[in-house]
């Protein structure tokens, strides 16, 4: 192997800047340097959102994201893009696919806004009821991002709905089946569930969404939280008979499907396989 350095960028964080927003930053910052660490020719800068972005990536091969609130602006999207376009590979998890959500008149809800920002991702966050207990399977066994993963394997996670922006760039790589949700006076607010895949009530769990000479990959999977960062008020039965949130939770990061995706896409990234 080569002494060539190669640098990846990690953004990791919630919003306003330096709030946890629900999820143990931390934890999952940890985790992904550790995969990271892995090889040494890998050197790693870090932010807690999108500011700086272009400073940071045009020297990079891989950006990895694990966000909470904070969403590219405008500007910083149009670098993003590029660096895509251009031949970057964007490893996006869990809430890479939200952002920013407005205040609905006369009402307590907020409803998701759609930017630039997700057509690039792929995907759009809508909503999520609580998180529960829920199976993956496996829809494309020979991508790469794919190998080693088990035809269905078990996780609880927040039930993410994202709806795909670009499906006829997109491979859709791992799906879950908890049924159509109709939208509710609860959590945000949403027309229709467009999340689902045409015929029927699967939605996507991770695909890979094509620019260009670059690509991106995005999973919904990830949640992860403890007594000072949780944001939970309820989760499903599944996961707890009485509803209430454990006090500490790793969900995916405790599964070997989740931890052989994040090393498959870091792998991806890196053009190893």
């Known amino acids: 192997m080569s002494n060539e350095v190669v640098r990846a960028h990690l953004i990791a964080g919630g919003f306003p800047a330096g709030q946890a927003a629900g999820h143990d930053h931390d934890y999952a910052r940890l985790r992904i340097l550790e995969h990271l660490k892995e090889r040494d020719y890998v050197h790693t ?40 376009e251009g031949g970057g ?63 269905t394997f078990e996780t609880i ?54 620019l260009s000479q670059g690509a991106v990959a995005y999973t919904t999977l990830g949640h992860c939280h403890t007594p000072t960062t949780n944001s939970q008020r309820t989760v499903h039965e599944s996961v707890s008979p009485d509803h209430k949130p454990p006090l500490n939770l790793r969900g995916s990061w405790e599964t070997e499907g989740f931890q052989t995706l994040l090393r498959n896409g870091i792998s991806w990234a890196l053009g190893e396989i």
């Not at 272009?54 to 966000?67: D, G, H």
């Open 89 to 151: 590979r964007w490893l996006a998890l869990h809430g890479s696919s939200g952002g920013k959500a407005a205040r609905r008149p006369n009402s307590s809800q907020r409803e998701m806004v759609k930017m630039d920002y997700h057509n690039t991702l792929g995907g759009f966050f809508i909503h999520h009821p609580p998180i529960r207990k829920f199976q993956v399977s496996l829809v494309d066994t020979k991508h790469p991002l794919t190998q080693g993963l088990p035809e």
């Open 45 to 84: 800068s870090l932010s807690g959102d999108y500011e700086d972005i272009e400073k940071w990536l045009p020297q990079c091969k891989l950006l990895i994201t694990y966000v909470a609130g904070p969403v590219a602006t405008d500007e910083q999207h149009e670098v993003l893009r590029q660096w895509v």
């Open 157 to 210: 996670d927040e039930p993410y709905m994202v709806e795909l922006q670009a499906p006829e760039d997109t491979d859709v790589l791992l799906t879950a089946d908890w049924g159509v949700v109709p939208p509710s006076e609860q959590g945000f607010y949403y027309k229709e569930d467009t999340a689902v895949l045409p015929g029927g009530s699967k939605r996507a769990i991770a695909f890979e969404r094509k």
